[in-house]
């Protein structure tokens, strides 16, 4: 009976209104003569919508489709609303193109070849909401095809990564273009001066389940307490470990 909740239903079967920013409508649906209910695609100026902007109209839709349900229960079997979801058109710009995704970038599927790196960072002002952050380097990262298994804390960042070679330049520009990044990755980036041709790259991880496996098979970007062991988590230490190559 929130707003949110009610959002959070509709992204779940249309995944696409979740980075869409929308506003929503609603009114009570038609019941045709063979009592099927379709939504009301008449005439939109013709019918009484109602805007959906806080809880308080949640409930009243809810309420509304009690109430047409219980005046027409022998034709229904449940109640029943119509949503109508338009563009917000004060939905803010999307911000501009950063500038390591500009000029013509290569394509990193394209690539000939891999790079390994790794990096520890710890940002003197620690990383408030790592759930948060987590999120922004995935999304980051995605255009690059990155893969590899990162750990996020309140402490800081542990990568362990692989970055189509043809990009990698790129991407340690978008790296040092994000605050909780840039100067504070330990020592620089740790990167393999020898890339793997792609052929190689599929069969160059630990074998899985006795069969040939690269070491990355995704981009894993994971939570966690600490990203670095002290000892004192078996758990942390152990996951630690995995984490090399």
């Not at 022998?74 to 999307?94: E, F, G, Q």
């Not at 394509?107 to 987590?134: G, R, V």
């Not at 990044?181 to 160059?204: K, S």
């Not at 069969?211 to 000892?231: E, T, Y």
Request: glycine content about 4%.
């Amino acid at each position: 009976t929130t707003l949110r909740g009610l959002k959070k239903e509709l992204h779940e079967f249309f995944r696409a209104l979740k980075k869409s920013t929308y506003c929503l409508e609603a009114c009570l649906p038609i019941i045709k003569n063979e009592g099927m209910i379709t939504p009301n695609e008449i005439n939109y100026e013709e019918f009484n919508f109602w805007k959906i902007e806080r809880d308080d109209d949640v409930i009243k839709m809810f309420r509304a489709a009690d109430s047409f349900y219980t005046e027409n229960e022998a034709n229904m079997k449940r109640p029943s609303i119509s949503l109508h979801v338009t563009k917000d058109p004060n939905a803010p710009v999307p911000p501009p193109l950063p500038e390591y995704l500009k000029n013509n970038m290569p394509d990193p599927i394209q690539t000939a070849n891999m790079t390994m790196l790794s990096f520890y960072a710890f940002p003197p002002s620690t990383i408030t909401y790592p759930d948060d952050f987590a999120l922004q380097l995935k999304r980051k990262w995605k255009p690059f095809h990155a893969l590899g298994r990162v750990y996020v804390a309140k402490e800081g960042v542990n990568a362990q990564m692989s970055v189509p070679s043809n990009v990698v330049d790129r991407f340690m520009e978008c790296c040092k273009s994000i605050p909780e990044l840039g100067q504070w990755m330990e020592n620089g980036v740790n990167i393999d001066p020898i890339p793997i041709p792609v052929d190689e790259f599929a069969t160059a991880g630990v074998p899985v389940n006795g069969k040939p496996a690269p070491p990355f098979r995704n981009l894993h970007i994971r939570v966690r307490s600490q990203v670095v062991a002290d000892g004192l988590n078996d758990n942390t230490e152990e996951e630690e470990q995995q984490l090399n190559w």
